[in-house]
């Protein structure tokens, strides 16, 4: 992110924007009637039991907001988003300008309504209206327990087994259960924090700088303004060490159920990163690549999100081709593209979700619309507007230009595509956005198969012999001559993993080739690394190989990544009676470790509600 104070975000001389309009069905709150200029959380974390009752594990304290109206009526009542798991006891209202002590603080009532089942409204009432520009601080004095946005970790679930672990994960929607907020991408905001912890505990917060004060206490401050789901909270026995240049990485207890999550300055990863041989360092240049595509430039609603994912995943791949080279970069691209052609052939090509701009209802929590279509088709729509564009320096100016045109701004696809077209208007006047098949209405609203796909063949000395050699185990009596002329002690992690993409296409194999491949391959049937363990155990269960089912439990019992945790839950379910009780018995031996959307999401693989 850049430097500087709040004050050079202005965007008066800026275009308007399309997102200045736009709907986000996901908010209750009231965020087009306030700017919300600062947040301000003092809090104290307790490590006690779960559950309610004095004593529990919690988060109390007060939630500051620093707010101005918008609307030229004023205004008589804010909403906030918030959970039934927050317990708000207090609300005090400082009318003037911040900091102003004079001011006198008055209670205000407040309650709450129903709006989903991942979260409800605040209601906070003005005793005398607010006028238009009015500034003012809110006040909340709240705790939180056990709920999804506060993710309360025992000591057996971490890794060193000791101490207890707590962490906030908010994207999409789940910092509404960690704090009161405009729990929104449309509108960011700066933070601070003061965290009081227990003796031997450490707290780290996705901020750009920090302080100790006192022996348990922490203070936090981001001076860039970003959206709420960015901000993040981890308290536990941490330890540091420095690798290189300034990037914080966390390494999240094995339970965390994503890669990484780009929370600003302080990336959350998963343990399952590290894999000894530096081979899943594309996650860690995703996460970096966000600190411009979802931080600095953000979706403006969760039905956008292609514009954080698409742009990522781009930037990503040209960082790996310089870094690794061409062929790897369409080897690992390839590997992408398999993903997307698996969610595709599960879900349907029409499936609305398949659509890069996602129409999500009313009700509908946005990460139940979570898949690869945002990544690896948004990806293909990036690369086909650097295709139409036709010089890669050219196109990486572009990029340069629209994160710096849309900087701590939230917007829509119509924002980025206006600004694509004035800044090539050789293009605007070809016409490009309405070329018959390529539209940019279709790549938008049209669900299914991207209509251009980038050009992987630079990776073909890499995927053809992963394709030759996945061919010769096809076969019911397999070459073991041709087999071992291969030397895969030489192939890079993605080759390997694309090996088994074809291998898992073509699956099931004859009998007795699956417990042959594993005898010839122990570097992939007793891998570490999870992407290999994620293949290896799709394969088993297309397979039916019973002998080595528990190496697929063990996997799940090792870690909660949402991205291996599913497949395997999908694949166990659609396979034999075997399978399916080692699904059950694999789920009540590890939901209490699982995050508690991939419990939801694990339920409804088990138990289908339409069945």
């Given at each position: 992110?850049?430097?500087?104070?709040?004050?050079?975000?202005?965007?008066?001389?800026?275009?308007?924007?399309?997102?200045?309009?736009?709907?986000?069905?996901?908010?209750?709150?009231?965020?087009?009637?306030?700017?919300?200029?600062?947040?301000?959380?003092?809090?104290?974390?307790?490590?006690?039991?779960?559950?309610?009752?004095?004593?529990?594990?919690?988060?109390?304290?007060?939630?500051?907001?620093?707010?101005?109206?918008?609307?030229?009526?004023?205004?008589?009542?804010?909403?906030?988003?918030?959970?039934?798991?927050?317990?708000?006891?207090?609300?005090?209202?400082?009318?003037?300008?911040?900091?102003?002590?004079?001011?006198?603080?008055?209670?205000?009532?407040?309650?709450?309504?129903?709006?989903?089942?991942?979260?409800?409204?605040?209601?906070?009432?003005?005793?005398?209206?607010?006028?238009?520009?009015?500034?003012?601080?809110?006040?909340?004095?709240?705790?939180?327990?056990?709920?999804?946005?506060?993710?309360?970790?025992?000591?057996?679930?971490?890794?060193?087994?000791?101490?207890?672990?707590?962490?906030?994960?908010?994207?999409?929607?789940?910092?509404?259960?960690?704090?009161?907020?405009?729990?929104?991408?449309?509108?960011?905001?700066?933070?601070?924090?003061?965290?009081?912890?227990?003796?031997?505990?450490?707290?780290?917060?996705?901020?750009?700088?920090?302080?100790?004060?006192?022996?348990?206490?922490?203070?936090?401050?981001?001076?860039?303004?970003?959206?709420?789901?960015?901000?993040?909270?981890?308290?536990?026995?941490?330890?540091?060490?420095?690798?290189?240049?300034?990037?914080?990485?966390?390494?999240?207890?094995?339970?965390?159920?994503?890669?990484?999550?780009?929370?600003?300055?302080?990336?959350?990863?998963?343990?399952?990163?590290?894999?000894?041989?530096?081979?899943?360092?594309?996650?860690?240049?995703?996460?970096?690549?966000?600190?411009?595509?979802?931080?600095?430039?953000?979706?403006?609603?969760?039905?956008?999100?292609?514009?954080?994912?698409?742009?990522?995943?781009?930037?990503?791949?040209?960082?790996?081709?310089?870094?690794?080279?061409?062929?790897?970069?369409?080897?690992?691209?390839?590997?992408?593209?398999?993903?997307?052609?698996?969610?595709?052939?599960?879900?349907?090509?029409?499936?609305?979700?398949?659509?890069?701009?996602?129409?999500?209802?009313?009700?509908?929590?946005?990460?139940?619309?979570?898949?690869?279509?945002?990544?690896?088709?948004?990806?293909?729509?990036?690369?086909?507007?650097?295709?139409?564009?036709?010089?890669?320096?050219?196109?990486?100016?572009?990029?340069?230009?629209?994160?710096?045109?849309?900087?701590?701004?939230?917007?829509?696809?119509?924002?980025?595509?206006?600004?694509?077209?004035?800044?090539?208007?050789?293009?605007?006047?070809?016409?490009?956005?309405?070329?018959?098949?390529?539209?940019?209405?279709?790549?938008?609203?049209?669900?299914?198969?991207?209509?251009?796909?980038?050009?992987?063949?630079?990776?073909?000395?890499?995927?053809?012999?992963?394709?030759?050699?996945?061919?010769?185990?096809?076969?019911?009596?397999?070459?073991?001559?041709?087999?071992?002329?291969?030397?895969?002690?030489?192939?890079?992690?993605?080759?390997?993993?694309?090996?088994?993409?074809?291998?898992?296409?073509?699956?099931?194999?004859?009998?007795?080739?699956?417990?042959?491949?594993?005898?010839?391959?122990?570097?992939?049937?007793?891998?570490?690394?999870?992407?290999?363990?994620?293949?290896?155990?799709?394969i088993i269960l297309k397979n039916d190989y019973q002998e080595?089912?528990?190496?697929?439990?063990?996997?799940?019992?090792?870690?909660?990544k949402q991205k291996y945790t599913l497949p395997l839950y999908?694949?166990?379910?659609?396979?034999?009676?075997?399978?399916?009780?080692?699904?059950k018995d694999t789920f009540a031996a590890t939901a209490s470790?699982?995050?508690?959307?991939?419990?939801?999401?694990?339920?409804?693989?088990?138990?289908?509600?339409?069945?």
């Amino acid at each position: 992110m850049e430097s500087g104070g709040p004050g050079n975000y202005s965007a008066a001389a800026r275009r308007p924007l399309h997102s200045a309009q736009a709907v986000d069905v996901a908010s209750a709150s009231s965020f087009r009637a306030f700017e919300i200029l600062h947040l301000h959380l003092d809090l104290r974390a307790e490590f006690g039991p779960p559950g309610p009752g004095p004593g529990s594990r919690g988060l109390s304290g007060t939630a500051t907001l620093e707010l101005r109206c918008l609307l030229p009526e004023g205004a008589s009542e804010l909403r906030l988003d918030s959970h039934s798991c927050l317990e708000v006891t207090a609300a005090t209202l400082r009318r003037g300008q911040p900091g102003d002590q004079q001011a006198p603080a008055e209670p205000v009532p407040f309650h709450t309504q129903p709006f989903s089942h991942y979260g409800q409204a605040l209601c906070v009432a003005f005793r005398q209206p607010c006028g238009a520009a009015d500034r003012f601080e809110l006040e909340l004095t709240y705790r939180v327990g056990e709920g999804p946005g506060v993710c309360w970790l025992a000591p057996e679930q971490t890794a060193g087994k000791k101490k207890p672990f707590v962490y906030t994960q908010g994207q999409a929607v789940l910092n509404r259960a960690f704090f009161p907020c405009f729990d929104t991408p449309a509108v960011k905001c700066t933070y601070s924090a003061l965290i009081e912890v227990p003796d031997g505990f450490t707290a780290v917060m996705s901020a750009d700088t920090w302080e100790k004060r006192g022996p348990n206490k922490f203070f936090f401050q981001m001076s860039h303004p970003i959206p709420s789901y960015l901000i993040a909270l981890a308290i536990g026995d941490l330890a540091s060490a420095e690798v290189g240049p300034r990037y914080d990485l966390l390494f999240m207890p094995p339970s965390f159920p994503f890669g990484g999550m780009e929370n600003p300055c302080l990336t959350f990863v998963t343990p399952c990163l590290l894999a000894g041989d530096r081979s899943l360092a594309d996650v860690i240049i995703h996460e970096i690549s966000h600190s411009w595509f979802g931080n600095l430039v953000t979706n403006a609603n969760w039905g956008e999100f292609w514009l954080n994912e698409g742009f990522t995943m781009y930037a990503q791949r040209r960082i790996s081709t310089i870094l690794f080279g061409a062929a790897y970069t369409c080897l690992e691209a390839a590997t992408g593209r398999a993903l997307l052609r698996q969610h595709m052939n599960v879900t349907g090509e029409e499936n609305p979700l398949n659509k890069l701009r996602v129409k999500i209802e009313p009700g509908v929590d946005p990460d139940d619309t979570y898949n690869e279509t945002p990544y690896e088709k948004g990806y293909c729509f990036v690369s086909y507007l650097a295709h139409l564009v036709g010089d890669q320096d050219q196109f990486d100016k572009f990029l340069k230009a629209y994160v710096d045109e849309f900087k701590f701004q939230s917007i829509l696809a119509e924002d980025f595509l206006e600004f694509y077209l004035e800044y090539f208007p050789e293009l605007k006047k070809k016409g490009v956005d309405s070329i018959p098949g390529f539209e940019f209405d279709r790549w938008l609203n049209t669900p299914g198969w991207p209509p251009y796909l980038p050009d992987l063949s630079p990776g073909d000395s890499l995927m053809k012999p992963a394709e030759e050699l996945a061919e010769l185990w096809v076969t019911s009596e397999p070459d073991m001559q041709a087999i071992e002329a291969v030397a895969i002690s030489t192939w890079k992690t993605y080759q390997l993993v694309y090996f088994l993409d074809k291998i898992l296409q073509k699956s099931p194999l004859p009998p007795g080739n699956v417990k042959k491949l594993g005898e010839t391959y122990p570097k992939i049937s007793n891998a570490q690394n999870a992407e290999l363990r994620l293949r290896w155990g799709q394969i088993i269960l297309k397979n039916d190989y019973q002998e080595e089912f528990q190496k697929v439990k063990d996997f799940l019992q090792s870690q909660g990544k949402q991205k291996y945790t599913l497949p395997l839950y999908h694949a166990m379910m659609g396979g034999s009676e075997m399978a399916r009780t080692l699904a059950k018995d694999t789920f009540a031996a590890t939901a209490s470790q699982l995050h508690s959307n991939v419990v939801n999401y694990v339920q409804q693989i088990l138990a289908p509600k339409d069945s």
